[in-house]
């Protein structure tokens, strides 16, 4: 239930994004959820090979990580990649309208004073 809010949340912030700027929401949202099950996957590898390296991999596999603190652990890993996602996509979109602001059709062929 927890994962349908989840999504729910992605779709919202990713849609609002896309529509603040003009631009596809659907790719958007695609662009979150990607950010956001990408970043809990790399976590779970990233742990599995730091603690392999570290008790070694013979104890890692005999491990259980079904407990509840490795999914929170999870679970706030790619809320981090998605909100990381999100201000990366936030900043490039705010560049590109500065530039479309900055570069108009009615501001061809006149200098700029200064």
């Known amino acids: ?6 999504i729910y949340w ?7 994004l896309a529509l603040e700027y003009g631009k596809n ?6 662009f979150g959820i990607v950010a956001y099950y990408g970043g809990t996957i790399l976590g779970g590898f990233l742990v599995g090979i730091v ?3 570290t008790n070694g991999f013979e104890s890692v596999a005999n491990e259980s990580f ?3 603190g490795w999914s929170i652990l999870y679970i706030i890993l790619g809320g981090l ?3 990381g996602t999100h ?6 979109l705010e560049k590109e309208r500065e530039l479309n602001e900055k570069d108009g059709i009615d501001d061809i062929g006149v200098a ?3």
Do not use: Q, S
């Open 1 to 6: 239930m927890i994962g349908i809010l989840f």
């Open 51 to 53: 603690l392999g390296l």
């Open 66 to 68: 079904d407990n509840a």
């Open 10 to 16: 992605i779709w919202k912030a990713f849609t609002n």
């Open 112 to 114: 700029e004073e200064n």
């Open 87 to 92: 201000k990366l996509l936030e900043n490039k």
């Open 81 to 83: 990649a998605c909100y």
């Open 25 to 30: 929401k659907w790719t958007y949202f695609f």
